[in-house]
């Protein structure tokens, strides 16, 4: 009889997550219209993306898409930020980025903004590995990028 702890159990669904959004990512598509668009790329493992944002006059993120190519925890989480990013403002959309950033690579700044992202629990079971975290943290460091318009490539290097 093999009994699992909560915590086993929940690393599972994490990873069915993962899995799932890296075989069928949400929203890999271009977008013609976009007003925001950065590239990013996590050289130590070569995953790229390209991620597409439109912006409204209010500042709203009405859409979000991406293509790119790379492993499976660069695709899931882009695909996982395409679908969170949706319909939140730009300053909330940044809010993300320094959320998910400091979450995973685990330097939560006093001060920061944060916000209560449940679906994005999903990758937190990177951080045992943290040879992967930059290929999870990629997408949120191209989403500043695209909203920062600081430059049009982000890379996690
Ligand atoms: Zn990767």
């Known amino acids: 009889m093999n009994v699992q702890t909560d915590?086993?159990?929940?690393?599972?669904?994490?990873?069915?997550?993962?899995?799932?959004?890296?075989?069928?990512?949400?929203?890999?598509?271009?977008?013609?219209?976009?007003?925001?668009?950065?590239?990013?790329?996590?050289?130590?493992c070569g995953d790229k993306l390209r991620l597409y944002l439109m912006v409204d006059d209010n500042a709203q993120v009405i859409d979000a898409g991406f293509e790119g190519s790379g492993c499976a925890i660069s695709m899931a989480s882009a695909s996982?930020?395409?679908?969170?990013?949706?319909?939140?403002?730009?300053?909330?959309?940044?809010?993300?980025?320094?959320?998910?950033?400091?979450?995973?690579?685990?330097?939560?700044?006093?001060?920061?903004?944060?916000?209560?992202?449940?679906?994005?629990?999903?990758?937190?079971g990177v951080c045992e590995y943290p040879s992967r975290i930059k290929c999870a943290t990629l997408a949120w460091h191209t989403l500043h990028a695209a909203l920062t318009q600081s430059q049009t490539s982000a890379t996690t290097e």
């Open 80 to 124: 996982l930020l395409t679908e969170t990013i949706r319909n939140l403002s730009v300053r909330e959309a940044e809010a993300c980025f320094t959320s998910v950033t400091a979450r995973l690579t685990q330097q939560q700044a006093s001060g920061e903004p944060t916000v209560d992202l449940p679906k994005l629990e999903a990758l937190d």
């Open 7 to 44: 915590s086993g159990e929940l690393r599972t669904l994490y990873r069915e997550v993962i899995l799932d959004h890296a075989r069928k990512p949400r929203n890999f598509r271009r977008l013609h219209q976009a007003t925001h668009v950065a590239e990013g790329i996590n050289p130590l």
